[in-house]
């Protein structure tokens, strides 16, 4: 993967982020998604926000060796604090973190989003209370997909700050459009999911110590719904 050429997953995370817009790719490693996006022509600038210096001088220089380094910023910063006022940013990626990590990252800083961004998330897990955090904060998601890569099961949710927005609890669990839609893709992740929900209700049973009773139900309710939505 480079610049040039961008794994499934971002290509999929890319088709998400709207024709002409001012992109902030948080955490965004080598900058190698604002810096495609830029070369296609799709946005009009980015910026490209890491935490560690490491990446931060890996996406300096795919900016620098991709001379565009009028259209694309790559700061040094905490989360959102990436993002200036000026900017005029209109969408934000977060790839390839945990869910709870995308939403500390999002609640943390709630007073640098307008409200008028689009949301390109893809969580690595802990997809449930990030959209907890998109419903309570007003969030309607618009699309979701799930797609599988190096054996690996990619969620992607795409949300924009619409009003109040209510989800049950099995909707935030599995995703709302994903239940409507129920892709191959989907079923298969769930599939898979739910032989290792087998599996540790069956190792709870033959622990040494008593797992708390609250977890053990919790874990027989998932199963008890992934059941029912693959009958």
């Given at each position: 993967?480079?610049e040039?050429?961008l ?5 999929r ?8 817009a ?53 700061r ?43 949301l ?32 690996f ?16 609890a099995?909707?935030?669990y ?21 032989r ?20 053990v ?15």
């Open positions: 993967m480079n040039q050429t794994s499934m997953r971002l290509e995370v890319a088709a998400h982020v709207p024709l002409g001012r992109l902030a790719d948080i955490g965004s490693d080598h900058a190698y998604l604002p810096v495609a996006l830029v070369r296609r022509g799709a946005i009009t600038a980015a910026v490209a926000g890491e935490v560690a210096l490491t990446p931060f001088a890996a996406a300096e220089r795919t900016v620098r060796e991709s001379e565009l380094e009028s259209q694309v910023t790559v040094l910063a905490n989360g959102l604090e990436a993002i200036e006022p000026s900017d005029g940013i209109t969408a934000i990626s977060l790839c390839g973190m945990g869910g709870e990590t995308i939403r500390d990252i999002l609640d943390s800083a709630k007073a640098r989003l307008s409200g008028q961004e689009r390109i998330l893809q969580p690595n897990g802990g997809e449930q209370p990030l959209r907890q955090w998109l419903m309570e904060n007003d969030y309607r998601i618009l699309c979701e997909e799930v797609l599988r890569e190096n054996r099961d990619y969620e992607i949710i795409v949300a924009e700050r619409t009003g109040p927005v209510l989800y049950t099995q909707e935030l599995f995703g709302p459009l994903q239940l409507q839609s129920r892709s191959p893709a989907f079923l298969a992740k769930w599939q898979r999911l739910l290792q929900k087998h599996k540790t209700l069956a190792s709870f049973a033959q622990a040494r110590q008593a797992v708390p009773e609250a977890k139900q919790a874990v027989a309710r998932e199963v008890k719904w992934i059941t029912a939505l693959l009958a």
